[in-house]
Nanobody, 125 residues
């Protein structure tokens, strides 16, 4: 099992920045990829960013956050980060960290095996 704990969410104004952190514990050696997803009220969970865990050489973003969000990881600390700049009201959602042990960096919700509890990000206009 892998346990994930997110932190860093909050209430900010449009144009501000936030950095989310996700600390992994347990069988972290089994992780192939880490990802961030978000879910706004009444909407499906959507992909935000992903990185392959060991090399960190494969990183993907959707067009909606590309150029504004940056995913990174610190293997020594078993932590993945999501730096979010130029935040917009439409970025408001609960942000979830996820870990996958079967597939490398992936955009699919079903490719991830472990999920954190989520952290709220609210961007006011």
């Amino acid at each position: 099992q892998v346990q994930l704990v997110e932190s860093g969410g909050g209430l900010v104004q449009a144009g501000d920045s936030l950095r989310l952190s996700c600390a992994a514990s347990g069988r972290t050696f089994s992780i192939y990829a880490m990802g961030w997803f978000r879910q706004a009220p009444g909407k499906e969970r959507e992909f935000v960013a992903t990185i392959n865990w060991v090399a960190g050489s494969r990183i993907y973003y959707p067009d909606s956050v590309k150029g504004r969000f940056t995913i990174s990881r610190d293997n020594a600390k078993n932590t993945v980060y999501l730096q979010m700049n130029s935040l917009k009201p439409e970025d408001t959602a609960v942000y979830y960290c996820a870990a996958g042990r079967r597939v490398g960096a992936s955009v699919g919700v079903s490719d991830y095996d472990y999920w954190g509890q989520g952290t709220q990000v609210t961007v006011s206009s």
